[in-house]
């Protein structure tokens, strides 16, 4: 099993930044992916970014592509998503989980760190 716990989110004027990092405890050397989702109140939720634990191979939703970056860190275990240039409508819970191996369903979901972005 693994565990997931999300920081790093807070209130930011739109144009602002925020860094959320994702803590990844337990079987962390048995998944193949680790994943960002958002979801608001009575929306679906949206997947943001991916990032492969082995090779570091990254994906980023097309309305996040030059402003998030995700990233991780074997050493401690963590994934980062840094997002710039913030807009008022990406004000959310934000999430992290994982995938265990390819085409495997997204799974083992933190508790959500709450970005809000004011115009």
Same mark, same amino acid.
């Given at each position: 099993?693994?565990?997931?716990? $999300?920081?790093? %989110?807070? =209130?930011? +004027?739109?144009?602002?930044? =925020?860094? =959320?990092? *994702?803590?990844?405890? %337990?079987?962390?050397?048995?998944?193949?992916?680790?994943?960002?989702?958002?979801?608001?109140?009575?929306? $679906?939720?949206?997947?943001?970014?991916?990032?492969?634990?082995? @090779?570091? #191979?990254?994906?980023?939703?097309? @309305?996040?592509? %030059?402003?998030?970056?995700?990233?991780?860190?074997?050493?401690?275990?963590?994934?980062?998503?840094?997002? #710039?240039?913030?807009?008022?409508? $990406?004000?959310?819970?934000?999430? *992290?989980?994982? +995938?265990? *191996?390819? %085409?495997?369903?997204?799974?083992?979901?933190? +508790?959500?760190?709450?970005?809000?972005?004011? @115009?």
């Amino acid at each position: 099993q693994v565990q997931l716990v $999300e920081s790093g %989110g807070g =209130l930011v +004027q739109a144009g602002g930044s =925020l860094r =959320l990092s *994702c803590a990844a405890s %337990g079987r962390t050397f048995a998944f193949y992916r680790m994943g960002w989702f958002r979801q608001g109140p009575g929306k $679906e939720r949206e997947f943001v970014a991916r990032i492969n634990w082995s @090779s570091a #191979n990254a994906y980023v939703i097309d @309305s996040g592509k %030059g402003r998030f970056t995700i990233s991780r860190d074997h050493a401690k275990n963590t994934v980062d998503l840094q997002m #710039n240039n913030l807009k008022p409508e $990406e004000t959310d819970v934000y999430y *992290c989980a994982v +995938q265990i *191996c390819v %085409g495997a369903p997204w799974g083992s979901w933190g +508790q959500g760190t709450q970005v809000t972005v004011s @115009s």
